[in-house]
């Protein structure tokens, strides 16, 4: 493991792990709630030494599958997915792309940040997995072929649980030392709760002072909040990130909602569809977006 997805795999507040081995691709699950560790004086505490029990809820989990064997890495290339596959009872495929959020070069083991719906398919098949349980993927699937210093700037933007392709493309230029590539990472959540991979944003943010910033956009604040509050508007952007550039991409991903005011929604997977929204109002041109 490397040191960022040690650093990840500890910065949960709790942690239940279930093994899960199986001879094919299964897994080691660990689920974690989203409550945080305990921060400023003045802030509420969850836990007051009461005596009482607090029910935490569990929404999104971080998942680690064991490849089939502890020689390989996964061979994928960043950016790429994977996708997942399960067969209903009545026999239906349901098949839906992951992002994994671990190292290429990992050995043994892929990792995913995964997110349940309330009627989602395929989030609640795999929330309710056992130990040696098997879930079959196919892949990779590639979605975007990063090279070193492909660009001077590059402005990543997300919703949710679409920080996961934004943080292979960010974790593949700060793990490389020959990058010089600038980012702003600008990624909106509903609460500061829902923030995923924070501690790892963060750390990367604060070592690479220079050239990453991470600017986080939550609709619901709570109190001590040091982030922006509200959508992320044409604005904003235009006084935050750089100006429209052949050097500087922008990568978006997050819910439909999200497409539509930034930068328009795909037409299908492997059709971008026309730039709109915000980016466009910049002066931003269809060449310089891509949407995951
Ligand atoms: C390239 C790519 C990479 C992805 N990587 C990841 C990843 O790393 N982690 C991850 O958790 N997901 C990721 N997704 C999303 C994932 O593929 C599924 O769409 C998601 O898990 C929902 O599937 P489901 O079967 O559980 O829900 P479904 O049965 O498809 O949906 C049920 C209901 O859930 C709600 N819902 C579904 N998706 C959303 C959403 N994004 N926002 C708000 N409501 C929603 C809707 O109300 C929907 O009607 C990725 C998607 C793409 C295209
Ligand atoms: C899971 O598989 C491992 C290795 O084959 C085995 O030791 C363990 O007992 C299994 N656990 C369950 C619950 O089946
Ligand atoms: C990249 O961003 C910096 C500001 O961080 C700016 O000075 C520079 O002009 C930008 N270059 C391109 C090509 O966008």
Request: charged share 25%; net charge positive; hydrophobic share 35%.
């Amino acid at each position: 493991m490397s040191s960022i997805f040690s650093r990840f795999a500890s910065s949960r507040t709790q942690w239940v792990p279930f093994a899960v081995g199986g001879a094919a691709v299964a897994a080691s699950l660990y689920y974690s709630t989203t409550a945080r560790a305990p921060v400023a004086n003045e802030t509420p505490a969850a836990f007051k030494g009461d005596n009482e029990w607090v029910d935490l809820k569990v929404n999104t989990r971080h998942f680690y599958f064991a490849l089939p064997s502890a020689d390989q890495v996964s061979g994928l290339k960043t950016a790429s997915m994977l996708l997942g596959k399960y067969v209903t009872e009545k026999g239906n495929n349901v098949i839906r792309p992951y992002t994994p959020i671990s190292d290429n070069d990992q050995k043994g083991q892929i990792e995913f940040v995964i997110k349940r719906y309330p009627t989602g398919k395929f989030g609640n098949h795999l929330f309710s997995l056992k130990e040696n349980d098997t879930v079959t993927f196919k892949g990779p699937v590639r979605k975007w072929e990063w090279t070193p210093n492909q660009f001077e700037n590059v402005t990543l933007i997300g919703g949710g649980s679409g920080i996961t392709p934004l943080w292979q493309i960010l974790h593949e230029i700060t793990k490389n030392p020959e990058e010089k590539t600038k980012v702003n990472l600008v990624y909106g959540n509903k609460t500061p709760e829902d923030i995923l991979l924070k501690k790892d944003l963060d750390a990367i943010a604060e070592k690479f002072s220079d050239r990453v910033k991470v600017h986080y956009f939550v609709d619901k604040p709570v109190d001590g909040w040091k982030g922006e509050t509200g959508f992320i508007t044409k604005d904003w952007l235009s006084k935050n990130v750089p100006h429209p550039d052949n050097s500087h991409q922008v990568f978006v991903c997050g819910p439909p909602p999200l497409y539509e005011a930034i930068s328009g929604n795909k037409v299908s997977p492997s059709d971008q569809g026309e730039l709109t929204g915000a980016l466009k109002e910049l002066g931003f041109t269809k060449d310089n977006v891509f949407k995951f």
